[in-house]
C-alpha cells in the first residue's frame, strides 16, 4: 500500500531523512521508534504534505499513485490520515461543522455522495458510542480548550469517521495518562482490519503493549537502521537507543 | 462550500424575457458647487423654502471647516467642484452582455438572481418589471400599522413636521466636514416613521424602495421609533455595485424614545477599485443613534467587505436612563483597501449599557484600523461597557491597527476592554487540509468561525449573503 524509497528530506538546509526504505502492506501495522531528532515527525509530516519540506530524492507511491505530487487534502481524500503529535486549535469554528465539512469533501473528491446532517450525526454517534467517547467534544470548537489527553482522543475519533486506508500516528501516546493510552489503543484495534494499514510513531515500548505491531522499525539519523518483529521493541527498551548504534557500528563505539 | 461555479454561458443565455428599456432623464446640473447650484437642486426637487435654507445653513458651515485628516488613511484630494450635485444617470448598458464579465461572474458566485443583476449593474429596466406588485402589498401592510417608510424627498414633502421636528437632530449641520456637506447637497434617502407601540411588522429593507439603487452618493436618512416601537432596518447588498460617483458621503439619524428599539443592519461592498485600489469608491458615512428615551437600544450590525476607503463610526447617545448600544462589525480589507472604522459610545444617563464587538480582517495589502470611543459623561453613574476588538491577518503585507480612547469621568463606571490579533497560522490551514479540506474552504471555515459573533446578530438572509460575500472578498487572499 505504501512504498518509501531511498527517501531524502532537507529542512531549512539541513538533510533529516537521508534515504529512508519502508514497505507498508494493507493490514500490518508498523511501529517506528527512534531517538529525538532522528527524523520521526519529519517522515510523518512529510507523508501528509505538510510545506516546508524539501524532498531532495526518493519515491513514495500510495497505492498506484505519487503520493508526492498530491496536494495534502488530495492525499486525505485518497485515504491518508496523519494523528497530530500537537493538535492545533481552530478557535469559533464547532468540530461537528468541521468534520462534516472535511468528511464531504473527502467523499465528493472519490465521486461519492456527500451525507447531510442526519446521515453525519447518525455516523458520528456510532462512532463515539464504539470509541466510549462522550459527544460533548461535539459541542465544542476544533480542540480548543482541550487537554492534551482531550485532544488526542479527538485525533481518534476523526480517525474512525475519516476511515483512512493508511493511518500515522504521531507520537499519540505522547503526554497521555495510561487510562488515556488504553483508550487509544483500543480506537486504534478497533480499526484493524485487513484492508488498514498503520504506521505508529511512538517513542516508548508501552503503547506497543496495546497496538502490538506486525513489524518493529528502528529510524536513526534519517534512516531505518533495524527491523524486527515486536520483540526488537522490548531489546529496545532493555538496552536504549545506544544499543542500536553498536550493533551497528561496533568499531565506533569501542574506543 | 465553495458556491457552485455556474456556466456563466448558460446563465446568460437564458435570454431575459422583459426586453430592456433605456431611461433617458434630461435633468441634470453642471459640475460644481455654490449656493446657486443648492438653490437649484432644491427646486428641482420641489422642496419648501424651510428645507432650501437648511441646506444654504449647511453650506455656509461647510466652507469654514478644513478638511479633516486624523484618520490613518491616505486619502488623494477630493475636488468637490468637479462633482455634479444633480447628475444625469450615465448612458447605461442595454443588457447584460455589455456589462464586465467579471462583475457578472462575482454576482454568479455570490448566487443574486438573473433578474436582479441586470438592475445591479446599471441596465436600465423597464420600470414594470421592477417589483411594483411587491412594493404595494408591502405598503399596504405598513400602512395598516401606521408606519411610515417612503423616500426622504417624499417624507419632506407629505411629513414636514415630523422631519423638522427631527432632521439634524442626531447629526447636527455642522458635526463633521461631511456631516456639513451631505445636509447641504443630500440628494435622496429613507424616512422611518415607527408610531407608539407599533411592532413594525416587517424588516424594512432599502431593497423594497424602488430605485433604492440610484439615491446618488449623498444619501441622507432619518429613523423614528416611538414610544415602546420596536424596527429592524436592512441597508445595502452583497452584490458589488458600481458608481461613478467615488464619494459617497451618507448620513444616517436613528432616534429611539422611550423603550423603544431600533435594529441596524447594513452589509456594504461597495466597488473597491481594481487591485491596486484604482477607481474605488470612498465610503465616508456619519451614523448615530440617539437613545433619547429611557430604557431605549439602539444596535448597530455591519459587514464592511466593499470601498476603496471606508471611514465610518455608527455611534450610540446613551442619553435615556437604562438605555443600551450594541455594536457589531465585521470589517475586511483586502489588495489595497484601506479601512478605519469603530464606533463612539456616549454615556450620558443612568445605568446604560453599552457593547461592541469588532472583527477586522486584512488581506493582501489590506489595512484596517479600528478606532473606538467609550466615554462616560460626570452623569452616567452606573455606565458598563464591554469592548472586544479582535483582528486577523491573512498573509504578510497587510495591517491590523487599534486606536482605543476610553474617557471616563464617573467612578461606578465599569468599562472592559479585550482585544487579540491573530493569524490564520500554517498550522491551522494544514490541519484543515490534512482532513480534506481545500485550501480556501479551509480560509473561509476559519474566517467564519472568527466572525461568528458578529453574523449571529444578522437577520437571517443577511447572515447567509454575508458569509458568501466574506468567500468571494478573500479569494486569492492565502499565498
Known sequence: MLKIENLHVRIAGKEILKGLNLTVKPGEVHAIMGPNGAGKSTLGNVLAGREGYEITAGTVDFGDKDLLQLEP???????????????????????????KAALNAQRKY??????????????VREKLRVLHISDEL????????????????????????????LAILDETDSGLDIDALKMVAEGVNHMRSADRAFIVITHYQRLLDYIVPDQVHVLAEGRIVESGDKNLAHKLEEHGYAWIEQRRTPERTSV | MATERNDIENALNRRYEAG??????????????????????????????WMTDWRLKAYRHWLTMPVPEWAKLQIGPIDFQAISYYAAPKARPKSLDEVDPKLLETYDKLGVPLHERAKLAGVAVDAVFDSVSVGTTFRKELAEAGVIFCSMSEAIREHAELVQQYLGSVVPVGDNYFAALNSAVFSDGSFVFIPKGVRCPMELSTYFRINAMNTGQFERTLIIAEERSHVSYLEGCTAPQRDEN???????????LDDAQIKYSTVQNWYPGDENGVGGIYNFVTKRGDCRGARSKISWTQVETGSAITWKYPS?????????????????THHAQQADTGT?????????KSKIISKGISAGRGQNSYRGLVKVERSAEGARNYTQCDSLLI??????????????????????????????SDDQLFYCRSRGLGEEDAVSMIVDGFCKQVFKELPMEFAVEAKKLLEVSLEGAVG
Do not use: W
Not at chain 1, 110 to 123: A, I, N, T, V
Open chain 2, 20 to 49: 430592456f428599456v433605456t431611461d433617458i432623464e434630461t435633468e441634470y446640473l453642471p459640475p460644481g458647487l455654490s449656493e446657486e447650484v443648492i438653490r437649484e437642486l432644491s427646486a428641482k426637487k420641489n422642496e419648501p423654502q
Open chain 2, 316 to 332: 450610540c447617545v446613551l442619553r435615556g436612563d437604562d438605555s443600551s448600544g450594541e455594536f457589531y462589525s465585521v470589517a475586511l
Open chain 1, 138 to 165: 461535539l459541542h465544542r470548537a476544533v480542540n480548543a480548550g482541550f487537554s492534551g489527553g482531550e485532544k488526542k482522543r479527538n485525533e481518534i475519533f476523526q480517525m474512525a469517521l475519516l476511515e483512512p486506508r
Open chain 1, 110 to 123: 472519490r465521486g461519492e455522495s456527500e451525507l447531510d446532517s442526519m446521515q453525519f450525526l447518525k455516523l
Open chain 2, 395 to 424: 498573509g504578510k503585507k497587510c495591517g491590523a491597527h487599534t486606536f482605543p480612547y476610553i474617557e471616563v469621568k464617573h467612578p461606578s463606571a465599569i468599562v472592559e476592554h479585550e482585544a487579540t490579533t491573530s493569524k490564520i
Open chain 2, 246 to 256: 467615488q464619494l459617497h458621503a451618507a448620513v444616517v439619524e436613528l432616534v429611539a
Open chain 1, 73 to 99: 487534502e488530495e492525499r486525505a481524500a485518497e485515504g491518508l490520515f496523519l494523528a497530530f503529535q500537537y493538535p492545533v486549535e481552530i478557535p469559533g469554528v464547532n468540530n461537528t461543522y468541521f468534520l
Open chain 2, 344 to 352: 463612539k459610545m456616549i454615556h450620558i444617563g443612568r445605568n446604560t
